[in-house]
């Protein structure tokens, strides 16, 4: 059984950066493509970034786009999210999720089959 842990989250002031790391155990996560949410206090939750299996195809939703690269290493079972000139509007709580068999539209968190418990972000001064 897959298991997602994410890591990375903390205080930053805006225009800094973090790194969000999303760690897995269970199972081999270069079978799955992986997909970043965040989801802000009283906010639904929403898609932010995505990367194919093999790393090659990236998406990301329109806020983030320009600030915020995704990116994997198989061979330590993890996935990244470099998030950089961070807005106060980047505050949520980031979540890290798997889908073994495809995605049809990534942003979409129903897709999903497997979830970390999420790390904080908070972006403020």
């Known amino acids: 059984q897959l298991q997602l842990v994410e890591s990375g989250g903390g205080l930053v002031q805006p225009g800094g950066s973090l790194r969000l790391s999303c760690a897995a155990s269970g199972a081999t996560l270069e079978y799955y493509v992986i997909g970043w949410f965040r989801q802000a206090p009283g906010k639904e939750r929403e898609g932010v970034s995505y990367i194919s299996v093999s790393g090659s195809s990236t998406n990301y939703a329109d806020a983030v786009k320009g600030r915020f690269t995704i990116s994997r290493d198989n061979a330590k079972n993890t996935v990244y999210l470099q998030m950089t000139n961070l807005k106060p509007e980047d505050t949520a709580v980031y979540y890290c999720?798997?889908?073994?068999?495809?995605?049809?539209?990534?942003?979409?968190?129903?897709?999903?089959?497997?979830w970390g418990p999420g790390t904080q972000v908070t972006v403020s001064t």
């Open positions: 999720a798997a889908e073994r068999f495809g995605l049809v539209k990534w942003w979409r968190d129903d897709e999903y089959d497997y």
